[in-house]
């Protein structure tokens, strides 16, 4: 499934963001989708994941700010994320973990750049 990331840019600390990740084809049967963060010279970082049956997770620093949700109407996850901090600044990724008879499948977006700061 191909992904497109959209939603990123400019914005004070203390602002808001709703990312989206649209897919070229049907969520519905995807196991989970995630989206992942890599600031400039740090590892990857998972940040929140959504699975199929709507059971969502997120990382320790996104908790009570971040809100991972699908629309499985429009093949759309969105990540919205409220009270930025200029530490959430990075480019944020979102990827399609999925299986198929008889191998895991990860797909990946371009990613959108988030840039936090005053």
């Known amino acids: 499934v191909q992904l497109v990331e959209s939603g990123g840019g400019l914005v004070q600390p203390g602002g808001s963001l709703r990312l989206s990740c649209a897919a070229s084809g049907s969520i519905s049967r995807i196991n989970a989708i995630n989206w992942y963060r890599q600031a400039r010279g740090k590892p990857r970082e998972l940040v929140a994941v959504?699975?199929?049956?709507?059971?969502?997770n997120y990382t320790d620093s996104a908790k009570g700010r971040f809100t991972i949700s699908r629309d499985n109407t429009q093949n759309t996850v969105y990540l919205q994320m409220n009270n930025l901090k200029p530490e959430d600044t990075a480019v944020y990724s979102c990827?399609?973990?999925?299986?198929?008879?008889?191998?895991?499948?990860?797909?990946w977006g371009q990613g959108t750049q988030v840039t936090v700061s005053s």
């Open positions: 959504i699975t199929s049956s709507g059971i969502t």
């Open positions: 990827n399609a973990h999925y299986f198929r008879p008889w191998k895991w499948y990860d797909d």
